[in-house]
């Protein structure tokens, strides 16, 4: 065949190639070791038709590979189109999560009682109404037992109106000493305000050894505040009353914002009121089979969000879960 009919031919076969292995096929017969042009190429004699024919086998390899890129091309375009992919967008930024506050400062409550050696016990949510109350010496007429107070699952069964509950499962499980905190979600009929939710957070501390006094769990808690608030928060006691409790206290902390001057947060005060505590009543030890005699205890609780709501200087709890992304991010 002419050089020239070969060249039109192979450049059309080229040309015509609609694959990569179409095209390679077309490389085999044009260029390939047994194709007209080698063959020529072996038995050429004089040096000008040598030249010639490799100048044609160059152009063809380079119509090949010129070809080759085209088609590696628009098979990469069709699979783009067809997967919707564009390899060369810039990635979408994968959102960072975060701890919500409130796990955040559960967390933080926990391991300063960790530091001072107490265990972390995690209750129950669901819990027998002598757990919540019986064993708690709570009268059977108190307030906090009725219906309109407590969600009863049937009648002997509660949702955790407080953490005070995982006092006795706690005391029942072992034996004395006994460090704890346990924190966890309570459940009250209450309406939602802004320092009121029918669901909620607290924790629950108890301490139950030989000896301890009033003096231990002010203390105790002079070392949670500082620790939780810092070392320049004073905290004072009231006397009040709780069923499980005797002598019972409620305790306040200088207020956040003033450092105990008077403002607005405080209610011009200058104190914060935190929770309630007291010396383990000797009747909740012989409900759970603890001689009174021989042990004393302090026990105190405390809400999450209020804990959060002061250290921040949130207004309402509600914003903890309404899960708005915009207040919650930012902690
Ligand atoms: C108690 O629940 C007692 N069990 C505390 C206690 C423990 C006393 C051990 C003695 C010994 P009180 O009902 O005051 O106490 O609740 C304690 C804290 O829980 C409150 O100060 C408040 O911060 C939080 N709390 C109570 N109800 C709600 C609610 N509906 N929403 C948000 N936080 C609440």
Known sequence: MEPQVLEREAQSAIEGASTAAELDDVRVRYLGRKSELKQALRAVRDRETGMALNALRERLEKAITTRRRELEEAELEQLFAQEGLD????????????????????????????????????????????????????????????????????????????????????????????????????????????????????????????????????????????????????????????PFTEPSVEFDVTCFLCGGTGCAVCKHSGWIEMGGAGVVDPGVFENIGYDPEEWSGFAFGLGIERIAMLRHGLPDLRAFWENDLRVLAQF
């Open 87 to 242: 390899v060369t967008l810039p990635g979408d930024p994968i959102p960072r999560g975060r701890l919500h506050l409130l796990t955040q400062i559960r967390r933080e409550i926990e391991d300063i009682f960790v530091g001072l050696g107490y265990e972390v016990w995690d209750g129950d949510e669901v819990t027998a109404v002598w757990h919540s109350f019986d064993a708690l010496t709570t009268d059977p007429g108190h307030p906090s037992r009725s219906p309109s107070d407590t969600f009863y699952l049937d009648d002997d069964t509660v949702l955790r109106p407080h953490t005070s509950s995982d006092q006795i499962r706690a005391m029942e499980s072992r034996q004395p000493p006994l460090y704890l905190i346990a924190p966890g979600r309570c459940y009250r009929r209450d309406t939602p305000d802004a320092t009121h939710s029918p669901t909620f957070l607290q924790f629950e501390c108890l301490a139950v050894d030989r000896g301890i006094t009033l003096a231990d769990l002010q203390g105790t808690v002079l070392h949670f505040f500082r620790a939780l608030f810092g070392p320049e928060r004073e905290v004072r006691m009231r006397t009040s009353f709780f």
